[in-house]
Each structure stands twice: as C-alpha cells, then as structure tokens.
C-alpha cells in the first residue's frame, strides 16, 4: 500500500527511478510493510526561497532545498548542489540514494541531500558567497556536525563548504569544523577528499575489469562529464593504464580513439575551453559520446542519461556509474539482456562519503592522516564492498544494482527495526 504523498513525490522523474528501483529489492527482501512505508518517503524536508543581492545592486530570489530521507544508522550526509535543474524531486531522490550509498559501504550515516536553483556559471564570485551564506543561514536548523553534515556536489567546491563554515560557525558564536565535509585542508579538511569520488570510481573499475577476467592496462574508457568525479576517474584510470578514448563536458566532447591525455584536456578546461572545441579528436555530442565503442563507460554528469531510447547503442562491456541515477531501470533491463555489466552508483560513486566520514573522524579526533592512509583505508572499503555485493548477487542470480540495493536497504531496515518506532 503507497501514500498519497509517495505518490505525489513519484511523479518526479529521477525521483519515480529511486522509488522503482527501492520498491524492486524490496518486493525480493519481502521487506515488512512498515518499515516499506517509512522508507518511500523523505523524513524531513526544507524548502526556502530567499534573496540574494546581486553585483548591480538588483535582488533575486533563489530557491534551496535540504533534504533528510533517512537516519536510522546515523547523522544524514549529503552533497550541496547549484544547477539550474535543481529541483525537490532531484534532490528527494538524491538524498534516497545518499542514505543506500552509506549503507552499501557501511558508513554510519543517513542520507541527505541538498541544492540551489541557480546557475553559477552566470554567476561572480561574491555572488556566489552571497548566495551561500544566505542559504547556509537558511538550512542551519537542520544541519550540524551530530545532526546533518553537507558536503561539495555538482557546482560546489572546498571554498563553498569553507563559507558554510564560517556562516555556521559565525552564528554558533565558534568554529565549528564538523558541519561539512570536503573543506580546505587550512580549516580542517581532509588529504584526498578532491579526488575521492573519482578514485572510489577508477578502484572499482578495475574491480569489475577482475571480475571479468580482464586487465585495465590498455582498456578504452569513455567519460561523460569531465568535472570533478570524471576529470580524476579519467586521470587515475590512465595512470593504471588504461586509455581514454572519449571525454565530455556540458558543452559536448571529443572522441580520439588513439587516446587523450587527461592532463592536457584538463589544463584545456581551466584555460576556459569546451571539450567540444578540443582540437585532438572528433567532436562529438553527449548523446553520441555514450554509443562510443569502448571497453568501460562511466557517466558522470547529470542523471537519465541511458534510458530505454539508447541502451541498445551503449557499445561498452562495463558501466560504472559515476554519476547518480545516470541509468533508467528500463535501460538497466536491456544492458542486463546484452551482458553489460554494470555498477551501480550507490557502490561505484561511494569513494566521495567515505572519505567524507573520514574528514569527519579525523576532525572529531584532532588528528589528521597522511594522503597515503586515506588512499589505503579507501580501497580497502570500497573493494570489501565490491566483493560483498558480487557475492550476493551470485547467490541471488540478481544484477549488482539489485544486490548493491538489497544489501543497503537491509542494513537501513534492521536499523530502524532495532531502534524501533518512537514513542
């Protein structure tokens, strides 16, 4: 039995995949119907609609979202987004995947998420500090070191978690370096966190290359979405030795199938370059850049990216999803039918929430890792999650997205069937 506000909330489109996607593992977990219902909608939400005054002295209104779906196993944890496509069923959505990512990688935190309606790249820099302590101000009630800690997502950066900060901190009346996560190192952030998503990603892909019986040395990849989770997936994966053939950013991308070098398209974008303009390759469109032929695809850019109207053209052997909710379960069903094999983002995505909690730890305890401690306590648990969702899905003859689900919404489950319901 649904609700109406589930329903509601499922007519969103990323948010109608999360809830197809909880609603298939737990008709497999036969989860009980109350536990069901608690987790097919959000625990808490936030929306706020403020002002920000610009450079010429105008006002504009925003609209923010910050987003609990759950916090049985700890404090919510979640990325802050700014995009134009930000909306409440993304960010609902968002926050669902945030509480299983935790839960596959056995991280005690729950899920949150949250974003702004704008487009930074239209945006100053004072702006953008503007418009973030407005909204740090605004979703303060909620958020926390114990309670709800943010961290940098799609448009956002360390110099945007330090104005939360400091905006937190200011009203507290002291530092409070807990509040987010993916901080400067100066203020107490964490070695490797810039780079953690995209190294989760490329550890896992050469997990899944294992898996197959197959080496990464010498594989094509193909990135969509050369920002900061593609940009270091796609220099790691050449460092391992595997070649990219392809990379794409908002404007397009190019195609060069004797290899690109990360660095120089890297040095190209600082410089203020498209990749669709980039002069070593063919340029290719979003749309085109995921039919590329390649060994491993990873989409890294928005979410519905493969869905049912190009599954059948992705050329690739193995997806590792960079990106969240960048594969619909109708285009999920058809890679399965070819023999793709694909993983899931609440697994290959994960790097960036562990060493998220593990800025956490390191802040909670006064005392920090080196960058070579951080790479070695993350491998070890992303790898350890690989092999526990391989495993089941062996034992359950089900795709590793199921099998990254089902482990994740068990844990959840047996939480909040511990804790039991208050009062």
Not at 18 to 38: K, M, P
Not at 185 to 198: F, V
Not at 239 to 248: F, H, L, N, P, T
Request: one cysteine or more.
């Amino acid at each position: 039995m649904s609700t109406p506000q589930a329903d509601t909330l499922a007519e969103d489109p990323a948010y109608a995949i999360a809830l197809a996607q909880f609603n298939t593992v737990a008709d497999r977990l036969q989860l009980d119907s109350g536990i069901r219902e608690i987790l097919r909608v959000p625990k808490r939400e936030l929306i706020t609609h403020f002002p920000v005054k610009m450079d010429d002295g105008s006002i504009q209104v925003f609209t923010g979202y910050r987003i609990q779906h759950n916090v049985a196993r700890g404090p919510a944890k979640g990325g802050i987004r700014y995009h134009p496509q930000v909306s409440q069923g993304e960010v609902r959505a968002l926050a669902m995947w945030m509480t299983w990512k935790c839960a596959v990688v056995s991280i005690p935190y729950g899920g949150a998420k949250g974003g702004v309606a704008c487009d930074p790249k239209q945006m100053s820099l004072s702006e953008l500090e503007r418009l973030t302590r407005r909204y740090t101000s605004e979703i303060s009630i909620l958020i926390g070191p114990q309670e709800d800690i943010p961290a940098p997502d799609m448009n956002t950066n360390a110099r945007v978690m330090a104005w939360i900060m400091d905006t937190y901190s200011m009203n507290a009346g002291y530092s409070v370096p807990g509040v987010v996560t993916g901080k400067p190192l100066e203020i107490g952030g964490s070695q490797g966190r810039d780079e953690a998503t995209g190294r989760g990603v490329s550890i896992i892909t050469d997990e899944a290359m294992c898996h197959l019986g197959r080496s990464l040395d010498g594989a094509t990849v193909v990135i969509q979405g050369f920002g900061n989770v593609g940009s270091h997936a796609a220099r790691i994966l050449y460092e391992m030795g595997a070649r990219i053939v392809g990379a794409s950013d908002s404007s397009g991308g190019v195609h060069n199938p004797s290899g690109l070098d990360p660095a120089l398209l890297s040095r190209f974008r600082s410089e203020g370059g498209r990749l669709v303009d980039y002069t070593d390759g063919d340029s290719v469109t979003n749309a085109e850049i995921l039919e590329l032929p390649c060994d491993i695809l990873v989409p890294a850019a928005l979410e519905n990216q493969i869905t049912a109207a190009n599954a059948s053209l992705v050329q690739a052997r193995v997806i590792v999803e960079g990106a969240n909710g960048p594969t619909t379960p109708e285009a999920d069903a058809i890679l399965q039918d070819k023999g793709v094999l694909l993983v899931p983002d609440i697994l290959a995505n994960a790097g960036g929430v562990v060493v998220s909690y593990f800025e956490w730890i390191q802040g909670m305890q006064h005392y920090f890792w080196d960058i070579e401690e951080v790479r070695t306590k993350l491998e070890h648990i992303i790898k350890g999650a690989f092999r526990e969702v391989v495993s089941l899905a062996e034992e359950q003859s089900v795709s590793l997205r199921d099998a990254a689900l089902m482990l994740a919404v068990n844990r959840v489950a047996q939480a909040i069937d511990i804790r039991g319901v208050f009062p």
